[in-house]
T-cell receptor
Framework: GAVVSQHPSRVICKSGTSVKIECRSL??????MFWYRQFPKKSLMLMATSNEGSKATYEQGVEKDKFLINHASLTLSTLTVTSAHPEDSSFYICSARNPSGRFKNIQYFGAGTRLSVL | ELKVEQNPLFLSMQEEKNYTIYCNYSTTSDRLYWYRQDPGKSLESLFVLLSNGAVKQEGRLMASLDTKARLSTLHITAAVHDLSATYFC??????????????FGTGTRLKVLA
């Protein structure tokens, strides 16, 4: 199946610093990528939809100035958690929509990034 | 409000037993997916259901979709310990809205007892 690479897999940072997470689609061009957040023992919550070449669309309640999303190319979207605080600690998962392929328009998921803010 | 509910939320079952996980959703969609998640890991795709009446089977798992009832089921046959994980359904609201978003179910944490 299609491959989506997410990096880093784990990051520990001090409160107040910014952290960038990368999501790459390795074998298809993704005009749309998605960023999810997952709290322990909870479901995935969609944070934002990242569209190549345009601004991201954020879900209600997600602070766009806190979670900066850039989708500068058809294979790369980045999520930057700015001025991170302990409450931002979570598991972040990206996905990329494949507009073609065997199952048109389905999402392929990255391996996730566990962020711990001290 | 768009809701995707799974039940049960927790399931503890004996090996070799059968059980069904239900996924109910509140919007129109004919695309639904099932995923498995192991602790600390991301999602593993299990099934892609793309039409009403779709049925897919892989090993001890079988998934079905009834778009009229807005219901999908994940049936486990003769459970084994290796199936212990959290299972999520996800409803694709992309076609109607054009946004291609997934709404995830609440998750079912399955524990198979040896």
């Amino acid at each position: 199946g299609a491959v989506v690479s997410q990096h880093p897999s784990r990051v520990i940072c001090k409160s107040g610093t910014s952290v960038k997470i990368e999501c790459r689609s390795l074998d298809f061009q993704a005009t749309t990528m998605f960023w999810y957040r997952q709290f322990p023992k909870k479901s995935l919550m969609l944070m934002a939809t990242s569209n190549e070449g345009s601004k991201a669309t954020y879900e209600q309640g997600v602070e766009k100035d806190k979670f900066l999303i850039n989708h500068a190319s058809l294979t790369l979207s980045t999520l930057t958690v700015t001025s991170a605080h302990p409450e931002d600690s979570s598991f972040y998962i990206c996905s990329a929509r494949n507009p073609s392929g065997r199952f048109k328009n389905i999402q392929y998921f990255g391996a996730g990034t566990r962020l711990s803010v001290l | 409000e768009l809701k995707v509910e799974q039940n049960p939320l927790f399931l503890s079952m004996q090996e070799e037993k059968n059980y069904t996980i239900y996924c109910n959703y509140s919007t129109t969609s004919d695309r639904l997916y099932w995923y498995r998640q192991d602790p600390g890991k991301s999602l593993e795709s299990l099934f892609v259901l793309l039409s009403n009446g779709a049925v897919k089977q892989e090993g001890r798992l079988m998934a079905s979709l009834d778009t009229k009832a807005r219901l999908s089921t994940l049936h486990i046959t003769a459970a084994v310990h290796d199936l212990s994980a959290t299972y999520f359904c996800a409803v694709d609201i992309g076609g109607a809205s054009g946004t291609y978003k997934y709404i995830f179910g609440t998750g079912t944490r399955l524990k198979v007892l040896a």
